[in-house]
């Protein structure tokens, strides 16, 4: 058989490195006996041969400069545009991390406003590895589809509850992670759709607050913006952003997905002095959040944290977490029933979810998946005689109708999403998100990339993303014989056999045989 191509770097390396001393003295020979303009070229070569002596004999970080050269250098090149040449090039439909062309492109389309309907069948896998929707011999007609509501704070009787009246929210992205055009457009095409919007943990929400959406206020355990010198919870300020009219919620973050049991990073390259204002923090230092609220320090205490912030505003207040251990979400339940203190709702935030920056650890090895978690959570507050006190929202991944609707299925009332908000706005998954240098304005405050970014033009899309996704939940939900998401269960579902979900149900019904006998 033919021996495989094969390149000697070593050999390419010793000719390149004998090359760049032979041209400058072969382009000075040629400027000086053919023409003037050779000497343009000797000194580039002069330049060269300067790059590579520093490469090979002063520079000591890089091996490979030392022993290659110029020719090494190559190799950094290459390397730090694999990603786009694997995503455009390489990589097939289905191959990349965490959302897949597949993914990425069906949302596109739908905040284009263009069909997204596939032929010649699906490219995901149907061997019995993946959940799947059961579907009914009597799907609803559409015309009996009743249309979702969901108030929030009617448990406990708040003086201004807050009604949903779509499934689908704006998860949590504060100004600081994201430019402002892109806080302003997902406003304003949240506002358009009818939608609710979480701010983040940003501090004030300037941003947010241009445009007409109703916003979920989020209280982050740095109480950005709302904070004494000393990071304790300033009341007068936290009161004065709860009485702004599109407030109409408070989130108090407990956790992270992508990083819980650590802070909130802000590199220091993305803190203007604005944003240092709206967030009472210093400039020129990475902003590292506290990786739980000073006033929480055990079960008793952190519910009384969530009745003190109840008790300030007239808003539901809700609380968002990732869970970690079912043990510890049991008895903070408990913790709660006797105190007789229940947040207004859980943001129930899987291992998967996204974010700007975190180390690498956390986002790989830390946090519970989102459905199992939410389910588990769901049959701890069925079992503990709660789950009528509260609502669940669910956050991870939810990009799209199907990954809803099984979230439903878990447990859910409401879904949030980050990252398909930010794919709506144009995102092509650089994930450079925490380096300030986002190619498409969304997560940079750079004014130069954020000036590609239209705020107009891009609202329109977050507004037809949000339409195009309830009417495919729509249809899905008819399908299933329901006229509600929030009416699906867990027996709606096909769930593989053997996974970690499917050993949860079946630990339940065994559970539950055992109980009515």
Sequence with gaps: MPQALRVDLHKLARFTNAALFALPVLFFALGTLVSFYFHFLTVAALFLLVVNLFYRHVQNEHTILRNFGLIGQGRYLIESIGPEFRQYLYSNDREERPFNRLERSNVYRKAKNVESAASFGSLLDYDATELKLRHSLFPTPKEKARPYRCTLGEERGVTEPHTLTHPFMVSAMSYGALGDHAVRALARGAAAAGITMNTGEGGYPKYHLMEEADLIFQLGTAKFGVRTKD???????????????????????????????????????????????????????????????????????TVRFIARIQSLVPLPVGCKLCVGSFEEVRELVEEMKRQDVFPDWITVDGGEGGTGAAPRAFIDRVGMPLFPALHGLHQILVEAGVRGRL????????????????????????????????????????????????????????????????????AKRVENYVHNTLHELEELITATGKTDPRELTVKDLYIP???????MVKEETRLKGTLNA
């Design 497 to 503: 056999s053997g996974s970690n979900l499917w050993r």
């Design 391 to 458: 609502k669940l929202f669910a956050s991870g991944k939810l990009i799209d109708a199907g990954r809803q609707c099984i979230a439903f299925a878990l447990g859910a009332d409401a879904c949030y999403s980050a990252r398909g908000f930010m794919l709506a706005l144009g995102c092509i998954q650089a994930r450079e998100c925490g380096n300030n240098t986002c190619p498409v304005g969304i997560t940079t405050q750079n004014a130069k990339l954020q000036a590609g970014l239209v705020v107009e033009t891009k």
């Design 231 to 301: 990071g304790d919870l300033d009341e007068q300020l936290f009161k004065d952003v709860a009485a702004q009219p599109q407030v109409k919620m408070i989130e108090i973050k407990f956790s992270q997905g992508a990083k819980p049991g650590k802070g909130g990073l802000l590199p220091k390259e993305k803190i203007t002095a604005e944003i240092a204002e709206l967030r009472k923090v210093s400039m020129g230092e990475d902003v590292v959040s506290p990786p739980y609220h000073c006033e929480c320090t055990d079960l008793p205490s």
